[in-house]
């Protein structure tokens, strides 16, 4: 049984919001652990008519706040990655990547470069639309601190990806427990959300592209 199966089968015994948090913070830092093994299974337990926290037995799961604790987590271990590459620095992050307990994390430098590139292609909002992309949602926030982008922004930045992000799972999990009731329920909510996220990446975008025909 590989490490993942045996957090899978720790996490199944003990799914509650620490552990939802727990794991997507380390899903989100530098160690590899996909959030489909964690948000979706919490949002088909949420969907079920007994739904209870399984270390209590007395609390009810409820989709909201998984996606906010998971939403939390997947900041913190942004954070993780923002502290170490700004305190340590391209060439020491760089050396990590390719030494034997890099590759063990599944990192290398090839992998950091395309997301610096991808990062300075793009730029801050790269740390929004970075959440949505497979190998570039864990190590965004590594080219974000080796630029020193603003702390404050790569925090509203990976709120909102995260955020997002985690509704689309949640959305899965859902679908997949057949709970369509509950989903109509919050796509309301859902909806919004979405509009209003989309609605911040169309002004930044006007706005990068005004302040560019200025110069």
């Known amino acids: 049984m590989s490490l993942v199966d045996t957090i899978i089968d720790w996490y199944s015994a003990h799914m ?3 552990s939802i948090t727990a794991l997507m913070a380390v899903e989100s830092s530098f160690i590899p652990f996909p959030s489909e093994v964690v948000i979706p ?3 088909f337990v949420a969907g079920q ?3 209870v926290l399984c270390v209590t037995g007395t609390y009810w799961m409820d989709v909201l706040f998984i996606v906010l604790f998971g939403t939390l987590g997947a900041m913190i271990g942004a954070i993780i990655n923002y502290g170490l ?3 340590l620095g391209r060439i020491i992050i760089y050396k990590f990547a390719d030494s034997r307990l890099g590759h063990l994390c599944l990192l290398s ?3 950091l470069q395309r997301a610096e590139a991808y990062f300075r292609e793009h730029g801050n909002v790269s740390t929004f639309i970075g959440r949505f992309i497979p190998g570039i949602r ?6 974000a601190g080796l630029s020193r ?3 404050g922004a790569f925090l509203w930045w990976t709120f909102l990806g995260a955020f997002a992000w985690n509704c689309v799972l949640a959305l899965l999990g859902y679908v997949a427990a057949g709970q369509m009731d509950l989903i109509k329920q919050y796509s309301h909510e859902l909806s919004v959300a979405i509009l ?3 609605g911040v990446v169309v002004v930044y975008f006007a706005v990068k592209q005004l302040l560019r025909l200025k110069r």
């Open 149 to 151: 982008m603003h702390f």
């Open 49 to 51: 008519p007994d739904s």
């Open 196 to 198: 209003v996220l989309l």
């Open 41 to 43: 299974p919490a949002a």
């Open 109 to 111: 430098g090839e992998k």
């Open 85 to 87: 590459s700004v305190w």
């Open 138 to 143: 864990q190590l965004i926030s590594i080219p």
């Open 16 to 18: 509650n919001y620490a």
